[in-house]
């Protein structure tokens, strides 16, 4: 298609966002002056002004832009005709760890708040990247073991005077937004459970509301919404039933009883239930509907968590309730008897669409089941669900409920037999955000093409300090064969999918080799925005997937890029630092499919842009020096059986880190067991987010962890003098 063909108009543009009632300044020409260090809102930020925040193109007022969490932007200075014009207009260095960073950013009338590893959030002048302030919660570093997947935070929330952030030790803080100056501090989970938060809190009349995550490590899972001025708690609702004849007190109390607990057996309250809403929400203003995900079953297996069968609601669900109250409304279960990881917390959207000749109010989600639900939300009718990726679990779904036909082998707990799902617990899309054009109608997802072989092991006991979900992760482990390497390392890819809700079929797709990139953002000016793992920024034609600029960025991106507009001038921004669940676990097909920098920044790009980035620090070739590789197989054997439900989900599987947490294989510290048993028995870096594991691990066994890693080391010595790619 000629480009001519191809572009969206800035007449169509403006003629469609005046048919919404949105005044564009774009369009206008009239846009604000904004006071050059100013930290309050021109406007307060109020529930009248949430709800118009579709018009108020020049701000990014909520996690999600809108309530409708669409991450459309009217915005239209960058566009598909000039967007090849765009550079780097500022760029700011975080102090933050180089891992994920997964925030997304908001913009409040030229100020730019993010949060970044370890729960910390920035305030830049959103025009230069300047910092006005900063705000440290000082999360203990040993609480780092409870987040299943890397110290990450999603971002934070702004309402009147203040910002609100949820910390991974579980704390809701309220800071006044002018000075970062903590107003109020609330415990939002029981610190002897092993909760984090790591998703943007969202507001609500006045009512700050948040959730948790914790479905790996034995939690019941719950939302909660707090009064913004005090912190005080006004309502709960928990998603799975807990003990048999013990209230909560809860909104929940009623709809758990009459229709929750009659789909659980055994005893699962023991071990947690699971169904954390560890990210999604959305609101409808009209209907005052709050929506939110809930998360995989604890254990992950169907068969230990509820021996007699049974759906297990409301894991894996799609919950509606009443945000005044947190009364229940409806609820829509992906998968029933949840079994694979298969978190339904993805991002979910709510847009208006015309579906076999009727207006419909949608909500659209596409969880990690691999598989594209519209619902009608105002009653949560099943409208359709296709796959969006390749799925083995199910064959198809019933044409009025929406329940899956399960493949039977996938039950794994049932058959006795590994099962190797696609999607695998990274999911088909995983938390990174998706974005839906009203322009185009089409949902842009960021999605993933991983396998992963599901066995059941029954937990000898509920550790503190590895996963409690009844997962064989070193049945899990990828097999050293070379042929079997390249085979998983081929068939792991990802995509950018244009998906059109309504006939629920691909517009377009592209492939890419890198799977774990970037969340999404699309703009009326015909634009889809994603980063890469390899490090790039890039732009897409909204409605025909063509690739029309892109810019290297030293680094990996996962977070979800914005656009906003000061003084005139329309930036787009993006937090770059490559990690999270997939970077932290796969090993060596993560390692292989990352840029090899990760650096913590913000960078914003403007068709004025004239900043550049200093240039890349080298990498030092890591040295590599194990000792001798003495140990008898059978400690080495040992030493694999406890590296991996213990160590492999930071330390990546087989021992090859993936991530930008150290790869032990080059460890000074293999060369000295003293050392090493400081560090991994006594706690010696638990400031760090090490933690000690001498509760769980004697010092023989911390031997053992040792003499595999020994053992893994001289492999990728064996490995890199063949050529091979896992040496570090
Ligand atoms: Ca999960």
């Not at 998703?199 to 913004?228: H, L, Q």
């Not at 309502?235 to 709809?255: L, N």
């Not at 309250?269 to 999604?280: F, M, N």
């Not at 054009?437 to 842009?444: A, E, K, S």
Request: glycine share 10%.
């Amino acid at each position: 298609m000629k480009s001519a063909d191809r572009s969206i108009t800035h007449a169509r543009v403006c003629a469609f966002l005046a048919a919404l009632v949105i005044p564009i300044t774009a369009c206008q020409r009239q846009s604000e002056p904004s006071a050059s260090t100013a930290t309050v809102p021109k406007r307060p930020v109020d529930q009248a002004r949430l709800e118009a925040a579709d018009s108020d193109a020049a701000n990014w007022l909520t996690t999600g832009r809108t309530y409708s969490e669409q991450r459309f932007s009217p915005l239209i200075q960058i566009n598909d005709q000039n967007v090849g014009q765009l550079r780097l207009a500022w760029h700011h260095d975080l102090d933050a760890i180089p891992r994920g960073q997964e925030s997304t950013p908001l913009v409040v009338d030229g100020v730019m708040y993010v949060s970044t590893t370890w729960s910390k959030v920035f305030a830049l002048d959103a025009r230069t990247g300047k910092l006005l302030w900063e705000y440290d919660p000082k999360v203990p570093g040993e609480w780092g073991i409870n987040a299943c997947c890397d110290v990450v935070n999603r971002g934070v929330a702004f309402w009147k005077d203040k910002v609100y952030l949820g910390t991974l030790d579980g704390r809701l803080v309220a800071l006044d937004a002018a000075t970062g100056t903590p107003v109020w501090e609330t415990q939002t989970v029981d610190r002897s459970q092993r909760y984090a938060i790591t998703g943007a809190p969202r507001v609500i009349r006045n009512k700050v509301i948040i959730g948790n995550a914790g479905s790996e490590f034995g939690v019941r899972g719950y939302i909660s919404a707090y009064d913004a001025d005090t912190g005080e708690l006004v309502w709960r609702f928990y998603t799975v039933p807990g003990e048999p004849g013990k209230k909560d007190g809860a909104a929940s109390d009623e709809v758990l009883e009459k229709i929750a607990r009659p789909t659980w057996t055994g005893e699962w309250w023991k071990l947690g239930g699971g169904g954390t809403v560890w990210d999604a929400m959305a609101y409808d203003p009209e209907l005052d509907l709050l929506y939110f995900g809930t998360g995989n079953g604890t254990p992950w297996s169907h068969t230990l968590r509820s021996p007699d069968g049974g759906d297990n609601l409301f894991l894996a669900s799609i919950i509606a309730v009443k945000a005044e109250t947190g009364e229940y409304v409806w609820h829509f279960q992906t998968v029933p008897g949840e079994d694979w990881d298969y978190d339904s917390t993805n991002h979910i959207i709510l847009a208006d669409l015309e579906i076999d000749g009727r207006k419909r109010k949608v909500l659209m989600q596409a969880p990690k089941n691999g598989v594209f639900y519209v619902l009608d939300r105002e009653t949560g009718e099943f409208i359709s669900a296709k796959p969006y990726v390749n799925i083995n679990w199910a064959t198809g779904f019933d044409p009025k409920t929406g329940r899956p036909i399960e493949n039977p082998e996938a039950r794994y707990g049932r058959t006795g037999k590994p099962f190797v799902a696609r999607p695998g617990p990274a999911g088909g899309h995983a938390w990174q955000p998706m974005s839906f054009n009203p322009l185009t109608g089409l949902v842009y997802i960021p999605a993933l093409d991983l396998a992963m072989p599901f066995g059941m092991k029954r937990d000898e006991r509920t550790s503190r300090y590895a996963f409690n979900v009844g997962f064989d992760f070193l049945g899990a482990s990828l097999p050293q064969d070379p042929k079997i390497k390249a085979e998983a390392k081929a068939t792991s890819v990802g995509y950018l999918v244009a998906w059109d809700p309504v006939s629920q079929q691909a517009a377009w797709r592209v492939q890419y080799s890198d799977a774990w990139r970037s969340g999404v953002l699309s703009t009326a000016g015909n634009l889809v925005f994603q980063g890469t793992a390899m490090g790039e920024l890039q732009a897409f034609a909204a409605d025909t997937g063509e690739r029309l600029w892109s810019a290297p960025t030293q680094s990996g991106i996962v977070a979800a890029p914005i656009t906003y507009e000061v003084d005139g001038e329309q930036f787009v921004a993006v937090v770059t630092g490559w990690g999270g669940a997939f970077a932290i676990a796969a090993g060596e097909i993560a390692r292989e499919k990352r840029a090899p920098l990760n650096t913590p920044r913000v960078l914003a790009f403007s068709l004025k842009g004239n900043d550049t980035l200093p240039d890349p620090p080298e990498i030092p070739r890591p040295t590599l020096q194990p000792p001798p590789n003495t140990a008898s197989a059978a400690t080495i054997a040992r030493g694999r059986e406890l590296f991996h439900p213990y160590c492999s989900n930071c330390h990546g599987d087989a021992a090859v880190s993936g991530s930008f947490i150290p790869d032990l294989r080059n460890s000074p510290l293999l060369a000295d067991a003293a050392a090493w048993r400081s560090v991994v028995h006594d706690g010696a870096l638990r400031e760090r987010g090490m933690v000690s594991f001498s509760a769980e691990l004697s010092p023989e066994d911390v031997e053992a962890i040792r003499a595999y890693v020994i053992s893994r080391a001289h492999d990728a010595l064996a490995e890199r003098s063949a050529g091979g790619a896992s040496a570090p």
